[in-house]
């Protein structure tokens, strides 16, 4: 029997998301088995209100030029589904779409949202499949060698380092002696570690690379950072946004919460820069990319944007042998070369979860990552994807998103 | 006479100012009127040390490398030259190492003392070429069409924000409303300007363009930010970092100065979203790529690229023409298409001079370019400068810049 397939996208965006949501969409559309492909508007609050569009409607050119597009094409959300009123409407709307695969590209928030939805499928016996599609520069998610999301993010971090600090080393015997770039990670180094890949060449990498991993103090960074600067003659720093004191408390926060109650942070890089000032007497350059760097399609890993396309494709073709309450994950066969499969792991155990940076990726004095970190970001990175540049500028998509007819 | 050269760079890095050290060394090293090439470390005060590079040492690999490398490969300065002892000391070594041939890259204040050196050449009768090889991201030098820097920096800037304006679309129905980019220009608004370039296509441009020619209001600027979200549900803001009141002063600076005693500038995106933030009560996201928009080799501009050699080399063919005194300039000769011819203009005229954005490039309310603009500044991001990709990452030069042995 024929069922129709809804997919939206959740939570902060990749620059590969729509990488996956290329993927996904594509192969539902290849399948005899799926009718109509729908995308949620907006994340599954779309799909709540009936606004959803119907892909197999768009021009295929319109289609191609998803994975080359960033931001969510569909739009996303932080919004959580909680309320058993709200599942009640989601079902209706799933009935009166005749939805029989739904697919939720987020991260781990996002995995405890199809977690619930699977739930609620099994508990009033609705035939649905349900497949959580990862995504998030974090890197965060439980069960997965990496995120889709990550490397294109990392590779960014890496070639902006590299290019900031030749600028500081050009600048630093009579002016600028210190760069700091500040780096998202709601929780985590993983993004922060990144910027170690661009050390690999002479003179480019940071000195210090800040991680949320490894408590901050105050004077053994200060200390750490004179030191360098006589060496060096200058300082080239990555901050993690989410830098903690040794009690576990943010060093700095913007003071607000996003619709998950997760704090928002930033503002360590002029914290930084205060404190570099003050102590040390030195000029300071700070930089926060904040969505440049989440969102940087135009220097995305193809690795990175292979990947993201597989596991979309991957998550279509595991619903249709039948599995659900399952998100698609990465599992790595081999380092060098770099080997990996596709394989899928139970929601319950992603949802709401987060992976911090292992010890064993942290150097000692954790100011910078150890060599094993390398070796497992270096893959990640490798390749650049392809972009349609068009008048000097990246061409995006430009479907019609037509919302389908209300139903209810 | 064969007489030797010497080559320096001085002030803000830009993307491709080592593509004009490339075209500027190489016409030297092929010119048979022409010995050694020497490089000056670290700009003019290398050379008043003698701590200079003999760049015909170098292998030829790595030179070919160099337009491929941001940052300035042989050091930059914001050391300005007045003394008469500084003058004597600099001919001293310009006469040891029989320089014939003296060529600055950089800004205003450079060319400034492009100018000095060539006055106190003509004074003392000493036989010398001096010509200036222009370079800003600020694009505000007087006497050109427009300045190497600016079309790669003005690349980097439309493609940030298209990027992330997508990604501000995605997000904003439940989270963030407002996006604003912090733009480098230190007088001027032709770099914040540049971003209208993202506006050609759909959704993808800034709303709002706060340049320092137009003075800024706040009660103005919050009604308009407003009225967007109203309107379009989200607002994309690029500001430049020399925003002034109407009387003149600016709106945040970071309280600093260089070594020239200009104002160093900043943080104008953190005080406009503190604005919003309290009066409009709306979540803000701010990026401030600080050198990123000016180090972005990555994304560099093939137009801009092209011409950066192009002005290096034809300073040096200038220069072999008996010429001295000269800044070379490119002259438009046509928009659509865009012609242009490179042309040699008195330093004097360019010295210390800054080029504001003329009324007739900014719209009648102050907050976006006028179309005049957009017709001025699309042709010089075109086309997309190769980059040395190798394992992932971009490759740089690694010259073995042994320091010349010292005859004072």
Redesign the interface.
């Known amino acids: 029997m024929i069922k129709n397939a809804v997919y939206a ?1 959740s939570g ?2 990749t ?1 590969v998301i729509n990488a996956s949501a290329y993927g996904a969409i594509t192969a539902a559309m290849e399948s005899r088995k799926i009718g109509r492909v729908y995308a949620g508007m ?1 994340g599954i ?1 779309g799909i709540l209100n009936e606004e959803m569009f119907d892909i197999t409607e768009e021009e295929r050119v319109e289609i191609d030029r998803i994975p080359y ?4 094409v569909f ?5 959580r589904v909680d309320l058993e009123s709200e599942f009640e409407r989601l079902f209706k709307v799933f009935e009166a779409f005749d939805i029989g695969f739904f697919f939720y590209n987020g991260g781990n928030d996002s995995m405890d949202t199809a977690f619930k939805v699977d739930s609620w499928a099994r508990k009033i016996g609705f035939p649905l499949r349900v497949i959580g599609i990862p995504k998030t520069v974090d890197n965060d998610l439980l069960q997965t060698d990496h995120c889709p999301g990550y490397g294109s993010a990392a ?1 960014f971090t ?3 380092i ?10 630093h ?3 600028t002696k210190v ?1 700091i770039m500040e780096s998202m990670g709601r929780h985590t180094g993983w993004l922060a570690a990144s910027a170690s ?2 050390g ?3 003179f ?1 990498g940071p000195q210090i690379i800040l991680l949320p991993e490894a408590p901050f103090s105050k004077e053994r960074f200060l200390s750490r950072v004179e030191e360098i600067i006589r060496r060096d003659g200058y300082c080239s720093i990555v901050a993690s946004e989410a830098l903690k004191d040794d009690t576990g408390n943010y060093i700095s926060t913007a003071g ?1 919460y ?2 998950f109650g997760n704090v ?1 942070l ?2 360590i890089g ?1 914290y930084l820069e205060r404190l570099i000032n003050s102590e040390l007497k030195c ?1 300071v ?8 760097q ?6 995305s ?1 193809l ?1 990175d944007w292979q990947e993201a396309i597989d596991v979309g494709a991957f998550a279509v073709q595991q619903a249709l042998k039948g599995q659900s309450g399952k998100m698609i994950a990465i599992a790595r066969t081999n380092d060098r070369p770099y080997l990996k499969e596709y394989v899928s792991v139970d929601l319950s155990t992603v949802a709401n979860g987060t992976k911090y940076l292992p010890d064993e990726f942290i150097c000692e004095d954790g100011f910078y990552v150890s060599e094993k970190f390398i070796s497992y970001a ?1 893959p990640l ?4 994807a392809p972009n349609l ?1 068009m ?6 998509e ?1 479907m019609k998103k037509k919302c389908v007819k209300k139903r209810l």
């Open positions: 996208q902060g965006v620059s907006n609050k597009t960033p931001g969510a739009g996303s959300c932080r919004t590779k890496a070639i902006s590299m290019e900031a600090t030749r600028d500081l080393r050009s600048m015997t009579d002016s760069f890949l661009a690999l060449d002479q480019q607000s996003d619709a928002q930033g503002k002029h000029k350059h700070v930089s926060v990319p904040d969505y440049l989440r969102s940087s399609r135009h220097v890993s690795t270096l990175i490798q390749g650049e540049f008048h000097g500028l990246p061409m995006y430009s």
